[in-house]
């Protein structure tokens, strides 16, 4: 209650005159409220100036504002898979993929994704941003698995982000 009697002012102020504030008025406006808020009995409000001014005057430099890394969005986007196994053998197409997926698994790190497309069975490896990194992995498990090395490649696929 106290806090909207305080703002009232500052507010009704700011739309008669359509002008905007400055940052520094802000700032003081906002220091008046929180002086007003601490006098009250019950509540106190402690803030450094600085913080402050990144609430109240979001068009800091970008260089001054603290470093964030940009959020990471989460589900799919077209990347890469290492593609290991692929047949439409309907008597062990299924069976086969399975196999070489755990022996792969066993092996490499990265997950795994057997799948039924008519009339493929596929096993294909990991969620890869780039070709280059795919490639790398692909020539890693040529080696590991030489006698899957003439059917490892890499696809373009719909790949999960972390």
Not at 9 to 18: E, G, N
Request: net charge positive.
């Amino acid at each position: 209650m106290a806090l909207a009697a305080v703002c009232a002012p500052a507010w009704a102020q700011t739309a008669a005159t359509a002008v905007e504030p400055t940052p520094a008025d802000t700032v003081q406006q906002a220091k008046t409220i929180i002086a007003e808020i601490n006098d009250g009995d019950n509540i106190t409000v402690e803030m450094d100036d600085s913080m402050l001014d990144c609430i109240l005057n979001p068009q800091v430099e970008e260089s001054k504002k603290p470093h964030r890394e940009a959020p990471q969005p989460k589900g799919k986007i077209v990347g890469y898979r290492v593609q290991i196994f692929a047949d439409n053998n309907a008597r062990n197409a299924k069976s086969e993929a399975r196999m070489r997926e755990r022996a792969v698994a066993r092996s490499f790190p990265y997950s795994t994704y057997v799948t039924y497309a008519s009339p493929y069975w596929r096993l294909r490896v990991g969620d890869f941003a780039t070709r280059e990194e795919a490639a790398k992995v692909a020539d890693s498990i040529r080696k590991a698995f030489p006698k899957y090395a003439k059917e490892v490649r890499v696809v373009k696929d719909n790949v999960y982000i972390r």
